[in-house]
């Protein structure tokens, strides 16, 4: 069993940064990939990015590439969400996901972490 809490999120100005972090318990999740997703109000939860087990692989949605970074630290059973140049756009629920694979990313997910972007 994993559980996943994340936090960093908050109300900041376009063009600001925040970094969302995900800590996770238990001794599995360093071999997990993991993932950010996020939910904006009246729209589906969509894909932000995901990294492998040891951080060689990552991928990011078009939408977020080049102002996103995604990065973990196992021997703090963590994974971070770097995000700069916020726009209003990004503003949404972001929540961390994670599974032992890529098709099993989403089995533990954690409570979510309100992000908040004014113009």
């Known amino acids: 069993q994993v559980q996943l809490v994340e936090s960093g999120g908050g109300l900041v100005q376009a063009g600001d940064s925040l970094r969302l972090s995900c800590a996770a318990s238990?001794?599995?999740?360093?071999?997990?990939?993991v993932g950010w997703f996020r939910q904006a109000p009246g729209k589906e939860r969509e894909f932000v990015a995901h990294?492998?087990?040891?951080?060689?692989?990552?991928y990011y949605a078009d939408s977020v590439k080049g102002r996103f970074t995604i990065s973990r630290d196992n021997a703090k059973n963590t994974v971070y969400l770097q995000m700069n140049s916020l726009k209003p756009e990004d503003t949404a629920v972001y929540y961390c996901?994670?599974?032992?694979?890529?098709?099993?990313?989403?089995?533990?997910w954690g409570q979510g972490t309100q992000v908040t972007v004014s113009s």
């Open positions: 996901a994670a599974g032992p694979s890529i098709a099993t990313m989403q089995r533990y």
């Open positions: 990294i492998n087990w040891n951080g060689g692989t990552t």
């Open positions: 238990g001794r599995t999740f360093s071999s997990y990939t």
